[in-house]
């Protein structure tokens, strides 16, 4: 029976050899503080940059509903452990990633069922 690392094994091949040629680096800016400045009322966020090996995908017409999945929104699908190793977890609303030179957020996070690979849904900023 497959395990986990079983798994793991299996993503880390199709994203090094496979399908190489669909994996880039992205830049993901992940906030680690707020300040809140009284003058402005306004908060500044300090972040800190990884860059993290995904695969970009655009999402299907039938798809977009104009509800949770808009027109533009896009999908990154990146390994677990990548993550891990930098004592990182993605988490909603916690920063941006940069596409094509133009910033994301992230909307959705789906884990799969072996914990293999994360599937983050982005909406441009």
């Not at 992205?26 to 402005?40: E, G, L």
């Not at 596409?99 to 983050?120: H, R």
């Amino acid at each position: 029976m497959p395990t986990k690392n079983t798994f793991r094994r299996l993503s880390t091949k199709f994203e090094t050899s496979t399908f190489a040629d669909f994996f880039q680096h992205f830049t993901f800016t992940m906030d680690s503080s707020a300040a809140y400045d009284p003058i402005t009322g306004q908060y500044s966020h300090s972040g800190t940059t990884y860059s993290i090996t995904c695969c970009r995908l655009d999402y299907d017409n039938r798809q977009v509903d104009g509800d949770k999945i808009l027109v533009g929104d896009r999908k990154l699908i990146s390994r677990v452990d990548i993550w891990e190793a930098l004592g990182l977890v993605p988490r909603v609303n916690s920063g941006s990633v940069s596409v094509d030179g133009e910033d994301y957020q992230i909307i959705s996070i789906m884990k799969d069922a072996a914990d293999a690979l994360y599937t983050l849904q982005i909406r441009r900023l």
